[in-house]
């Protein structure tokens, strides 16, 4: 039977191998999790009789995000490619950009709810005044797309080192700039703003998306050598 | 079938075996034999079209299964659904009746649920050979990169079985061993083919 | 006259030849850089008008400009040698990029350090959060994690393919972090400092900076030159050329230190 191969194909492929690998290793976001819960908590302790400025505020929630999805990241690749999964992709002429978008999307449809409930509840314990806590999640929600393309460059090119974590970090630091300063807009828009500022960060967000993948296909194949 | 046109492997820009040019008749079975490190996982890994270090040119008439060191298992997943992707991304059909005749055949029918990292060494590697059972993999040419290690006795013979049926079915088979391989050594479509290193003109 | 050019480009790109033939090239840039660089600085630092709000501080942008301009163009530069690489695998282009890449972390560190000086008579405190100090120093940690990158992965062949990727990432992404850094310090932050210098400056203030810059820059040449030698040397150490080329090396010496020397065609 001869099965209809093309990229739509390709990313079913992907995807369906994504979804089977998160459904048995879910327990991996709990590292996120507690790592978000573990410096929130410890902002809320030392800053616990501070007045904090709104900004201050969001900033700390942003870093938190951030600094959270740049500990999720570098799993991400580590296991395809060295398990072999990435050589039995190429060999049979399939495009690792499609494997690598299936992967950054289901990366984010996981993580980004999280990051919007825990940031908005970090953000409320904080002090952050209410109307700011919906921009915040919504801003998070967006950004995190972008954050996710990003950190998955970083993931590629760390795929085959035990402790690429450090290298993978200072590499997309300065990459993940754009994305945290919308963020940031966005979350302190107000409500007349507000719908241009989230415009403008979805949109930065999915061209991170449709052209961070092929940059990681470049990275996977030369790493999997 | 299988056209080698001065093929040079190259690792760090240094050329890995001397120039190849060969033709691989299909209907046979050419075992790659060398000393460690010579380069012939790279070569079959260039010819799977993975490994993109080479100047020349090769051409294969149908697409082949690569089945190399790492098979590319997931240790999170079953054993039934490593099988189902590994199917799928070598574009073989993988319906549930079709997963359970290979199971069955390859005796992982009670273990199909459990997580590969349960099993043990030669009942994964059996897992990454599952391929080459499947009905489909007989129309195309094989590449094997040390099938046999880890492999047990009784899956062995079954692989080398598998093997000559494959070539008496006019298909091509590549495959690098160290171990001796008796029946197939014997059968009369087995080849065998030493590249030489690159400083061995 | 395009067969002229075409053989001399594939002559540097034959590495033998490319490091003695480049050796002029070298020493002309160094003279030239070294001297406009004089000129400039003295003049910048010891002539020109004092700035009538700023006193004598401003006079660190006869360091801090050059400074930046350079880090900023050399990142440009290893983006189109990693991008030429990628196309067309030449060697000499990615040796030319490990040559180069120290250089432009440094001249973007330097321009950060100047720009604290600068920043403290004029605004009180070292780091104002201007969106340019802020590029600059996401420019230097992108330099980083290239050199970073160079250093830990270990088989040349894949070191040199990632380091292209990723500087032809950052080049596109520098542009990117510009432009929301600008916009997020107007938004957010007030009043900008505008460090801005050439059109309003007199031509006794501009005049000295652009030699610095000019000199600057055919200094980077010849830095460049002479690293991509080094560089050259060590990655070849093991052909032919390079051996046959230090028993030259030794045995010129031995002549030299024995009195006379009557080798005159000695590669330096």
Not at chain 1, 62 to 67: A, H, I, P, V
Not at chain 2, 23 to 49: D, I, M, Q, S, W
Not at chain 2, 138 to 147: C, G, K, N, T
Request: aromatic share 10%.
């Amino acid at each position: 039977m001869k099965i209809e191969e093309n990229a739509w194909h390709d990313f079913g492929l992907a995807w369906q191998r994504e979804w089977l690998i998160w459904r048995r290793q879910y327990q991996s976001q709990f590292n996120g999790i507690g790592f978000f819960m573990t410096v929130g908590l410890l902002l809320t302790l030392t800053l616990a009789n501070l007045t904090i400025l709104p900004m201050v505020g969001s900033c700390l929630v942003w870093m938190t995000s951030l600094l959270t999805v740049l500990l999720l990241a570098p799993a991400w690749f580590a296991q395809d490619v060295q398990s072999g999964y990435v050589d039995l992709w190429l060999s049979q002429g399939r495009s690792l950009w499609v494997f690598a978008m299936a992967k950054l999307i289901l990366q984010w449809l996981v993580i980004s709810p999280l990051l919007a409930i825990l940031g908005v509840m970090l953000g409320w314990q904080l002090g952050l005044p209410g109307q700011q806590l919906l921009p915040l999640a919504l801003g998070l929600w967006l950004a995190s797309l972008g954050l996710v393309a990003q950190c998955g460059f970083g993931a590629a090119i760390t795929a085959q080192q035990s402790q690429g974590a450090v290298l993978a970090t200072v590499l997309i630091m300065p990459l993940t700039v754009p994305f945290m300063l919308f963020g940031v807009s966005t979350s302190m828009a107000n409500s007349v703003s507000l719908p241009g500022y989230a415009a403008l960060l979805a949109g930065l967000s999915l061209l991170s998306l449709m052209l961070m993948p092929i940059a990681i296909q470049f990275v996977l194949k030369i790493v999997n050598h | 079938m299988l056209t080698l046109c001065d093929l040079k492997v190259i690792r760090n820009e240094e050329p890995l075996l001397a120039p190849l040019n060969q033709t691989f008749e299909p209907g046979n079975c050419y075992h790659l034999r060398g000393p460690n490190g010579l380069g012939k996982t790279t070569l079959l890994r260039v010819l799977a079209g993975i490994y993109q270090d080479y100047s020349g040119q090769f051409e294969w008439r149908q697409s082949p299964l690569y089945i190399g060191h790492k098979p590319g298992l997931q240790p999170a997943l079953t054993v039934s659904e490593n099988m189902q992707l590994l199917l799928g991304v070598n574009g073989l059909e993988h319906s549930t009746a079709i997963l359970d005749t290979l199971l069955l055949a390859l005796e992982l029918l009670p273990s199909q649920h459990l997580p590969i990292s349960r099993l043990s060494a030669g009942q994964q590697r059996r897992v990454g050979m599952s391929l080459l059972w499947h009905p489909a993999a007989a129309s195309r040419p094989w590449l094997l990169d040390e099938p046999f290690a880890t492999l047990d006795t009784q899956i062995s013979v079954e692989l080398e079985q598998r093997i000559i049926s494959q070539c008496l079915q006019a298909q091509l088979v590549l495959l690098t061993s160290h171990q001796s391989m008796d029946t197939l050594s014997a059968a009369a479509c087995f080849n065998t083919f030493a590249p030489l290193a690159a400083d061995q003109r | 006259m395009w067969q002229g050019f075409v053989k001399w480009f594939y002559q540097m790109a034959s590495l033998p030849l490319f490091y003695t033939k480049i050796v002029p090239w070298m020493r002309g840039c160094g003279f030239a850089g070294a001297s406009l660089l004089c000129v400039g600085l003295m003049w910048g630092l010891l002539f020109a008008p004092a700035d009538y709000q700023q006193g004598d501080s401003f006079r660190i942008i006869y360091i801090h400009v050059p400074a930046a301009s350079l880090a900023m163009s050399i990142y440009v530069l290893l983006a189109l040698w990693g991008l030429i690489f990628l196309i067309w695998r030449i060697k000499l282009v990615d040796i030319f990029a490990q040559a180069l890449a120290p250089l432009g972390a440094t001249s973007c560190a330097i321009a950060l350090i100047t720009g604290a000086l600068w920043g403290v008579p004029t605004w009180g405190a070292p780091f104002a959060a201007d969106a340019r100090i802020l590029s600059m120093a996401f420019l230097l940690m992108l330099y980083i994690g290239l050199l970073l990158v160079r250093a830990q992965i270990k088989p040349l062949a894949k070191a040199q393919q990632l380091v292209s990727v990723i500087a032809i990432v950052g080049v596109l992404n520098v542009p990117i972090i510009k432009y929301s850094v600008e916009w997020f310090t107007t938004l957010h932050q007030g009043a900008t400092f505008t460090l801005t210098e050439k059109p309003k400056m007199p031509p006794s203030m501009y005049l000295p900076l652009l030699c610095s810059v000019l000199g600057t820059y055919l200094c980077m040449f010849s830095w460049l030159f002479s690293q991509a030698r080094r560089v050259c040397l060590m990655r070849e150490a093991d052909k032919r050329w390079v051996q046959a080329w230090l028993v030259q090396q030794l045995d010129s010496e031995h002549a030299a230190t024995s009195q006379a020397s009557q080798d005159p065609g000695v590669i330096q």
